[in-house]
């Protein structure tokens, strides 16, 4: 059975804030920036942010520093749109995130290539901003300025650029990665810690090979991740095929 758009770009903007694109209370972009993102008209957006709103997911205010809000990031009806959007986009996002994750280990071999004495001082920064962060928000923050000064030490705009639109399909929030659901994002926030660690002494040292090495097996997390809101969405304790 078809649906229509608006229920397409529902179920997708549900589906992004289960996995964690956008944390309880951060504001998701103006319409004009979703519809852009999400390939859809403006009242199609407006139509489902309007049903986020009614099933308790987002918050709206109007005025200076208004918006659409997140309140909650998986509500009861969640579940079946997260079902729907994962698993019919499985094929495509697994194989996107591959790449994703080899692009990653690119990147990191060329930023331990190419580094300069003030790259290593900001990605030094960056990786005491992100073991200082709160969980949540501010550690995903911490870890999207982590990963733009990795891309900047390797110096090479296009890899930057490639990087951005795979993320892109994966994540609307790009470069911003998803953060997963609350009950694992400690954990996760923890183990990405230990793999930022590793991953900046490599890159700060100038050893290539293990920078690419970490930074492409870092980056699965993400599908780790979109794997784990499978399985909560659908009830099983397995993974998809």
Not at 120 to 139: I, T
Not at 175 to 199: I, N, S
Request: with cysteine; charged share 25%.
């Amino acid at each position: 059975m078809s649906i229509s758009a608006a229920d397409e770009i529902t179920d997708r903007l549900i589906t992004a804030i289960a996995i964690g694109e956008y944390l309880p209370g951060a504001r998701l972009p103006s319409e004009r920036d979703l519809a852009a993102s999400l390939q859809a008209g403006r009242m199609t957006v407006r139509s489902a942010i309007a049903r986020l709103v009614q099933e308790g997911l987002l918050e709206t205010s109007r005025g200076r520093g208004g918006g659409s809000f997140v309140r909650e990031q998986w509500a009861a009806s969640s579940s079946a749109s997260v079902e729907r959007t994962l698993s019919a986009r499985w094929e495509s996002m697994r194989d996107t995130c591959e790449a994703v994750s080899l692009l990653h280990g690119t990147i990191a071999r060329a930023a331990a290539a190419s580094r300069t004495n003030d790259d290593v001082r900001v990605l030094r920064e960056r990786l005491e901003a992100y073991r200082a962060a709160e969980s949540g928000q501010q550690s995903q923050k911490a870890d999207e300025l982590l990963h733009i000064a990795i891309g900047e030490a390797a110096h090479n705009a296009a890899l930057q650029s490639v990087l951005f639109s795979l993320e892109s399909r994966v994540s609307l929030a790009a470069p911003a990665h998803l953060w997963g659901t609350q009950e694992g994002m400690p954990a996760m926030e923890l183990r990405a810690l230990v793999d930022h660690e590793k991953l900046i002494e490599a890159i700060c040292g100038g050893h290539v090979e293990r920078s690419g090495s970490i930074g492409a097996e870092h980056a699965r997390i993400d599908l780790e991740l979109i794997e784990i809101a499978l399985r909560k969405a659908s009830g099983s304790g397995v993974g998809p095929d």
